[in-house]
């Protein structure tokens, strides 16, 4: 056999097996994108909860003790606090990318939080030092402690630098969040996480039922509950942008199946080709020897 042939066989098997691999790789981020919709199912159920007790507080609460109080602040600073969630991990093609345009960083206005390896990468790149960051969950398993630890270091910023505007964001695969494994896609959501807005939430009408029962000034548990709310919010973010980060490298990963589809298919035929002038040159040597041999 030519050197030739044997590169090309040797090539071949290597696309094959990364071939291979890709296709693991697909399978992982479709069954995540499955088990998104799961969980998000249990995040929905667990904000509906806590919107209707809010709106039973907010019944019993007095209205100008909705407001949420403004704070004393140097006017100079920036005004919002930014909350992004980008990439933790590779093939995402240009992920991250999309959600720091959309942001739209102003750095006079913003304070930046940052969720996800890639994205502190682009911040550094772009000049940008974070007040803080976080790796993006490697498991669903991790939301629950993930969105609880955003919401202390929210907290703590936003007593360090006294402001009360918070937004988010964060990618979700359909305009409703609800991750679909059949559909690879994503969008950019902005949305604003504080100060907490009482005015969605309508306050229950008891009629003729009891009123519930309090152990806590009706202010004091509205405060609770609106953290409970931030949870809610944050959960159900972070489990959509695991969803749209799986739907993103599904995507890429396509890509480069085809791609690689297209280059096994042109290795195969190279190869054979290479064969066959093999063996064509092995017939016209055998023909020249036996030639040679005749008396």
């Known amino acids: 056999m030519s050197q030739r042939y044997l590169q090309l066989q040797a090539q071949r098997r290597s696309v094959t097996q990364l071939r291979g ?4 790789m697909q399978g992982m981020a479709a069954s995540r994108l499955q088990q998104c919709k799961a969980q998000l199912d ?5 904000a509906d909860t806590i919107a209707a007790a809010i709106a039973q507080t907010l019944a019993l609460t007095p209205a100008e003790a909705r407001e949420d109080p403004l704070h004393d602040r140097d006017e100079s600073a920036p005004d919002a606090i930014k909350l992004l969630l980008c990439a933790e991990q590779g093939f995402a093609g240009a992920f991250s990318e999309n959600i720091w345009h959309a942001a739209a960083l102003d750095a006079r206005r913003h304070r930046l939080m940052l969720v996800g390896s890639r994205g502190i990468r682009l911040a550094r790149a772009q000049g940008w030092t974070p007040d803080w960051t976080e790796a993006m969950v490697a498991q669903l398993d991790h939301v629950g402690a993930a969105a609880e630890r955003i919401g202390v270091a929210l907290a703590l910023l936003m007593h360090k630098t006294q402001i009360r505007h918070v937004d988010i964001v964060f990618a979700s695969t359909a305009p409703d969040g609800r991750p679909d494994a059949a559909t690879a896609d994503y969008r950019i959501r902005h949305e604003s996480l504080l100060p907490f807005d009482a005015a969605p939430f309508r306050p229950a009408r ?7 029962l309090l ?11 609106a953290s409970e709310h931030l949870f809610a919010q944050l959960s159900a973010a972070l489990v959509q942008h695991y969803a749209a980060e799986n739907a993103a490298r599904l995507q890429t990963l396509a890509a480069a199946r085809e791609h690689i589809d297209t280059q ?4 195969t035929k190279a190869e054979r ?9 092995e017939i016209i040597e055998l023909a020249a020897g036996a030639q040679l041999r005749k008396p």
């Open 206 to 212: 008891n009629g003729a039922a009891l009123p519930p």
């Open 273 to 281: 080709m290479a064969r066959q002038e093999d063996i064509t040159a």
């Open 264 to 267: 096994m298919e042109a290795l």
């Open 215 to 225: 152990n806590l000034p009706a202010r004091q548990l509205l405060d609770s509950l």
């Open 42 to 46: 249990s995040v929905q159920r667990y």
């Open 21 to 24: 691999v890709i296709g693991a």
